[in-house]
């Protein structure tokens, strides 16, 4: 279940408040323990980073480094954020993936751009990679205003029609979901039992309103979460499989044969006011296993880059 709703594994870059309270509230509900001290965070000047998987109950998180360097302005440009990730390798064949879900969250400095990456070592093994010190450099990943968050293996990215638009105007935007493994290694103790492609369900018939949807912040400095509603009469959509693979993305239809483009005027979003509107888009599936002939289907919810468009 945990799985089906957040993901088989990935990163975060949690930027705010509201997204860091519906997250624990997720967490509570899928009854994953937090700590305390992570309640307390100021967003004005952090972030929270975190990184999960679900496999062996033996697996543990921990911190290797951060690194956050502030320029001469005091400015942080860049985040490196490592996680290590301990593992046991059994003499016996065994899988790594027991359904055991763990995470690691930790606040870090707000910046352009925040790699993070996991590490793993075998502690009660020896070999090459025995304590954090000598870990491996198993998955890594760079979100920044450019790339969203991957989760399992998949990632998604918006971008406006038009970078500026007259008071009134609609906003348009394509959101593209494509393959994003991370992995640096053959075979990652991380990502073990990630499929070659993702498979997601299409959206050609009902405009996906079940899958997506758009954070806004207006001029005024207000958050505005754009979905479509749920339209509980509608039982005569028959989606598709589609298969998201390395050089072949996916982008999100509209309602309309042949449109790409999300309107977020539809939405409800009014531009009349001026100024820049930051827009954020959210994918979220809940995952299925095979059945029926169709493949296991992606489940999670990852955000994408943030856009801004200025109303002008």
Do not use: C
Not at 7 to 15: D, F, K, M, P, S
């Amino acid at each position: 279940m945990i799985t089906a709703t957040l993901g088989q594994h990935g990163a975060w870059l949690i930027t705010s408040q509201s997204r860091w309270e519906a997250l624990q509230k997720s967490l509570e509900e899928l009854k994953v323990p937090l700590n305390d001290q992570l309640r307390k965070v100021n967003f004005e000047t952090e972030n929270l980073v975190g990184v999960f998987h679900f496999g062996d109950e033996a697996d543990q998180f921990l911190v290797k480094s951060v690194e956050a360097p502030a320029n001469a302005a005091g400015k942080v440009e860049a985040a490196d954020v490592r996680f290590g990730m301990s593992y046991v390798i059994y003499k016996q064949r065994r899988a790594l993936t027991l359904g055991v879900w763990k995470m690691a969250i930790i606040p870090v400095p707000k910046a352009a751009k925040t790699r993070i990456s996991v590490w793993t070592f075998h502690p009660l093994n020896g070999g090459d990679n025995p304590s954090l010190d000598k870990s491996r450099l198993d998955w890594e990943w760079t979100l920044s205003a450019d790339t969203g968050e991957s989760i399992g293996n998949l990632t998604g990215a918006i971008a406006p029609k038009a970078a500026e638009v007259k008071p009134g105007a609609d906003i348009q935007l394509r959101f593209t979901l494509s393959y994003a493994s991370g992995d640096k290694e053959k075979f990652s103790p991380f990502t073990a039992g990630a499929e070659a492609a993702v498979h997601v369900w299409d959206g050609k018939y009902s405009n996906g309103y079940r899958n997506h949807a758009f954070e806004v912040i207006t001029p005024d400095g207000k958050m505005h979460l754009l979905r479509r509603a749920v339209q509980n009469a509608w039982d005569k959509n028959a989606p598709h499989p589609i298969t998201i693979a390395p050089g072949k993305p996916y982008v999100l239809p509209n309602w309309f044969e042949g449109q790409e483009l999300k309107s977020l005027k539809e939405l409800g979003l009014d531009t009349a006011a001026p100024g820049a509107y930051a827009i954020t888009g959210i994918y979220q599936e809940r995952g299925e296993p095979i059945q029926n002939g169709n493949p296991g289907m992606w489940g999670g919810i990852l955000r994408t880059n943030t856009v801004v468009v200025t109303v002008k």
